[in-house]
């Protein structure tokens, strides 16, 4: 485990495990099968013969899915496929229906069975969208909310006062350094309720990074998020990758999908059609059926069928982005120079 300037510890940060080279992502799944299923170098995530029934209905049948660690991989699919019932079932907000011998395993570990609260003291995280309850809390008793399950786990360190005084406030100033790393400091009284959506969709991301994850998963991270803080978000999304984090996330914005995804799998009818780098998947014809049986006004973020004055939109936007990315990163390097220096 390592720590990055801003004080998020992850694992392999800055270190062998960092993806943080595009050409090293491209190396490493250049040998990857684009199949269904296809087995990965490195899986943090592998999961067999996973099934949900809803009285008739099958919204999740994935016989077999190995998600690369420290890469950025997208779950995409049309409405109705199974991908929320899926990141709910293998972070323990769901339980596989009997009948099939479900087996998913998490760095190593087995995971069956196993509770929500253990799935993120074993690493993996989703984030979750603000419900009103959580809107009516504060921002920072958001994040602080976030940390529960550290404190108090044990019980004779929590009876002694002192002790718990101070990782109270450890996670206190873990709570500050995120609220600063993702722009939310001066909010840090106001009512989460009162956030834009996309100050929601990074108070969500902040949380969740509150109990040091070494996987976030996050479910339609873009959604009803402004152009410009989507490009934040995809920043902070890279950043997490660049430092060691994998990530596996929902998108419905193929753009998104396109623009930060290191490899996509789809989801059609509860099972995994589809595995591949954008360009294959998209081109694919399962892909495209999926989808146009789905509902055929689907832009597949294929910008080569996108009307003129559409793709001179997209290309300026990406223009925008890159240079944004460009002011970012000269930015941030030197800020991390002061900070050494
Ligand atoms: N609690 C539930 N009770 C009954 N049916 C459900 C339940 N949850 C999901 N389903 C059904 O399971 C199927 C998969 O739903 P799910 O929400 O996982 O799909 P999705 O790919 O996430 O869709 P979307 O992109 O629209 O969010 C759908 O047919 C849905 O109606």
């Known amino acids: 485990m390592s720590e990055n300037p801003t004080g998020v510890t992850t694992p392999g940060a800055g270190g062998a495990g960092s993806m943080a080279d595009p050409a090293a992502r491209r190396t490493l799944m250049a040998d990857v ?7 990965k170098p490195d899986p943090i995530l592998v999961v067999d013969q996973m099934t949900r029934t809803f009285g008739g209905i099958t919204a999740v049948q994935v016989e077999h899915l190995e998600v690369q660690r420290g890469i950025i991989t997208a779950l995409i699919g049309p409405n109705g496929a199974g991908k929320t019932t899926f990141f709910n079932l293998i972070t323990g907000f769901d339980k596989p229906s009997s009948g099939r011998d479900a087996s998913w395993s998490f760095d190593g570990r087995k995971l069956d069975r196993t509770s929500a609260s253990r799935v993120a003291k074993a690493g993996m995280v989703r984030t979750f969208q603000l419900t009103k309850a959580l809107s009516r809390m504060t921002v920072m008793d958001n994040m602080m909310l976030g940390a529960s399950g550290q404190r108090g786990e044990n019980l004779a360190a929590s009876m002694i006062r002192p002790l718990w005084r101070s990782q109270e406030n450890q996670v206190e100033e873990k709570a500050v350094e995120l609220l600063g790393r993702f722009k939310l400091h001066e909010k840090r009284n106001d009512f989460a309720g009162s956030l834009s959506g996309g100050q929601r969709k990074l108070l969500e991301m902040a949380r969740a990074l509150m109990t040091d994850p070494t996987m976030i998963m996050l479910d339609e991270p873009m959604a009803g ?26 998108e419905h914005d193929m753009h998104v999908v396109r623009h930060i995804s290191d490899w996509v799998v789809v989801m059609a009818e509860g099972k995994v059609v589809a595995e591949g780098d954008s360009s294959t998947v998209m081109s694919n014809p399962a892909v495209i059926d999926a989808y146009l049986g789905a509902h055929h006004d689907t832009d597949l973020g294929d910008d080569s069928l996108l009307e003129a004055d559409v793709a001179e939109k997209y290309a300026a936007e990406a223009e925008e982005i ?7 990163e000269g930015h941030d390097g030197a800020h991390r120079g002061e900070e050494k220096s």
């Open 33 to 39: 099968e684009a199949q269904p299923g296809a087995g």
């Open 225 to 250: 998020v402004n152009p410009a803080l989507t490009q934040s978000l995809l920043g902070h999304v890279q950043s997490l990758r660049d430092e060691g984090m994998t990530v596996l996330f929902v």
């Open 322 to 328: 890159e240079a944004e990315e460009a002011h970012h």
